[in-house]
């Protein structure tokens, strides 16, 4: 996946160009999604609209367009696209536009951007791949990711409550998860809300069953049954670790 719109107007700082350059740079990138891009002032004005921006006068826009050595008339009528030479300059200039985005793109499907936006990068990075593989059928890879998050929230609130040693053994490492969400779930000093506890070992299983159940798949009724419960359990302990405040 090539790097989204939000990201490129970023980069290229496109909010402060004029508005020639505005239109130069998205055809540029729409060109890179699209072989032989080619686009109409009508289009244009809808980019415009939905970046939250002034609506360029038609006219002058084609008047403008028309000038411009950056772009040639296009093979539809009233159509245009952008001149070979300035598309592979553009290219030079912009070559981040090539590579592969590590972005994860997702919606709030299962956990709210509002619950997990400042709080940790690597919380953050697992939350929008649970959501993402969510949105795009991963089911097995979602449980999985899921069960991961409870398990780091869950050490988070032990160490957050100085009693990390009761999830530790002899050796000093962290026991399996389990294990602590048996003391999770027994523990007055963590002083988990009833709902959470009763769900705890749900959530375990369904990534456990994802993750070693060598004929076992996830659908999408296994999650989607779950995540009010996982939602709210995974803000409660956010709250417990002292992550959220």
């Given at each position: ?108 499907t299962i956990l709210p951007a509002s619950l997990y ?5 690597y919380i953050e990075s697992l939350s929008r791949q ?6 795009n059928n991963i089911f097995d890879g979602c449980a ?102």
């Open positions: 996946m090539g790097i989204s719109l939000n990201s490129f107007i970023e980069k290229t700082d496109l909010l402060t160009q004029t508005e020639i350059d505005k239109v130069r740079l998205l055809a540029f990138y729409h060109h890179s999604h699209q072989e032989n891009f080619e686009f109409s002032v009508d289009l244009v004005c809808d980019w415009f609209e939905k970046l939250g921006l002034h609506k360029p006068n038609k006219s002058r826009l084609k008047q403008n367009l028309g000038k411009s050595r950056s772009f040639v008339k296009g093979r539809e009528q009233e159509s245009f696209r952008l001149h070979a030479n300035k598309l592979k300059s553009l290219r030079r200039e912009h070559s981040f536009i090539e590579e592969k985005s590590e972005e994860i793109e997702a919606t709030d936006e400042k709080t940790r990068g649970i959501n993402a593989s969510y949105e999985v990711l899921m069960r991961r998050l409870l398990e780091i929230c869950l050490i988070h609130s032990y160490e957050h409550q100085g009693i990390d040693t009761e999830i530790r053994d002899s050796n000093g490492n962290y026991k399996m998860l389990s294990d602590i969400v048996s003391n999770a779930i027994n523990n007055p000093k963590l002083s988990l809300s009833r709902n959470t506890k009763s769900c705890l070992e749900d959530f375990r299983a369904i990534g456990n069953f994802s993750a070693h159940k060598i004929y076992y798949n996830a659908r999408r009724s296994d999650i989607q049954k779950v995540i009010l419960e996982y939602r709210a359990a995974i803000e409660e302990l956010l709250y417990k670790n002292g992550i959220k405040k």
